[in-house]
């Protein structure tokens, strides 16, 4: 070998061994995606969703457990979160518009920053309402028969995701009383087949998991979904479930509701903020760009599985994945609203369930 072929040799092998070109492997590893909300729950069934498809396509082919931290409707998780540091690229963390509105909203409990964190995955989802059967007897297709009834409804709290629903049942003039402290929407589930309420929500995820069954067995009728947006930003019907009526288009059909105006703006601002961004994984604190690429890239190469649409429609809806470029954009406009639909519904909170947030 000569001189110049060994010097040759020998840069090529500094290059391989430097640690900023060492390939990311997670062989033998355990990586722990933690979800802030109770086993029971749409984000429970989107992380178990992803989860064992994303270790068949990280490199190494590392066990991806999901792990729950339920507790303040998501804070208590997203706070611990915010402690984390980047140590070994096993830690994940989902969030969803739970964790989003107390932040959005300048919820005091708040500890933790978005922009702290390195989203490798975004996804879209929508949200189904439902009634009992003797309630659900009285819709049809507008609330003017349900404004005489007192409904129970178990709720996360006004500042998480329910609002979407309360704010909602409010602009079509029904009485919808939230019982608050449950850990997680598949809990209100369960006080709704147990009768203790008698409305309730679901994301996609976990009306497609547990209470679609309630509906074929005559124990739910379904009221309404919350839309999806078009392209021009218009809600349309959700592409999950194109058979059941929007909000939008039941509070047309309702006297006294309006899609115009100050709420119907707020409302709206706060859908968007929570439903077609609705789940964001993310890696902690101080994470290497080629370790964020990493997960990045094997959540691309999910969402391009041949079977992934088929898999999707069935668990988590059909709703698109945003990954890389894509999860920075929706994570921003999942994290912001205007100041006035945030001025309105902080007003209409102190207003409607005495919660100060100014």
């Known amino acids: 070998m000569t001189i110049k072929q060994l010097a040759t040799s020998v840069a090529a092998a500094a290059l391989l061994a430097s640690p900023a070109l060492a390939e990311v492997d997670f062989s033998g590893k355990t990586i722990e995606w933690v979800i802030p909300f109770s086993e029971t729950g749409g984000s429970a069934k989107w992380a178990n969703f992803f989860a064992p498809l994303l270790s068949q396509e990280l490199p190494g082919n590392p066990t991806v457990v999901v792990k729950f931290m339920p507790g303040a409707g998501s804070t208590k998780g997203a706070n611990w979160f915010q402690e984390q540091e980047y140590e070994d690229g096993t830690v994940l963390f989902g969030t969803s518009g739970s964790t989003q509105f107390p932040y959005l909203l300048g919820d005091p409990r708040v500890r933790y920053e ?58 079509l003039g029904m009485n919808v009383e939230p019982v608050f402290g449950i850990k997680g929407r598949g809990d209100g589930r369960l006080m709704f087949e147990r009768g203790e309420a008698t409305i309730d929500y679901q994301t996609s995820s976990a009306y497609l998991g547990a209470s679609a069954e309630l509906v074929t067995q005559g124990k739910a009728v379904p009221m309404m979904t919350w839309g999806a947006l078009d392209t021009d930003g218009n809600i349309v019907r959700d592409p999950t479930f194109p058979e059941i009526a929007t909000f939008k288009e039941v509070c047309e059909a309702t006297e006294g509701c309006e899609t115009s105006g100050e709420a119907w703006d707020a409302w709206k601002a706060f859908f968007v903020a929570g439903f077609p961004v609705q789940k964001i994984a993310f890696l902690p604190a101080g994470t290497p760009d080629d370790v964020a690429q990493t997960f990045s890239d094997a959540f691309d190469a999910v969402r391009k599985r041949d079977d992934f649409a088929t898999l999707a429609a069935k668990q988590v809806g059909k709703y698109e994945v945003f990954v890389g470029e894509g999860a920075l954009k929706a994570t921003k406009t999942g994290t912001t609203v205007s100041p006035e639909a945030k001025a309105y519904v902080q007003n209409w909170l102190q207003d409607s369930y005495g919660v100060s947030l100014k």
């Open 114 to 171: 978005y922009s702290d964190w390195t989203p490798v995955m975004a996804s879209g989802t929508g949200g189904v309402a439902y009634l009992n059967p003797t309630d659900g007897a009285k819709f049809d297709g507008s609330a003017n028969a349900l404004k005489d009834i007192d409904f129970i409804y178990g709720s996360q709290g006004a500042t998480r995701l329910d609002l979407v629903p309360l704010l909602a049942w409010e602009m």
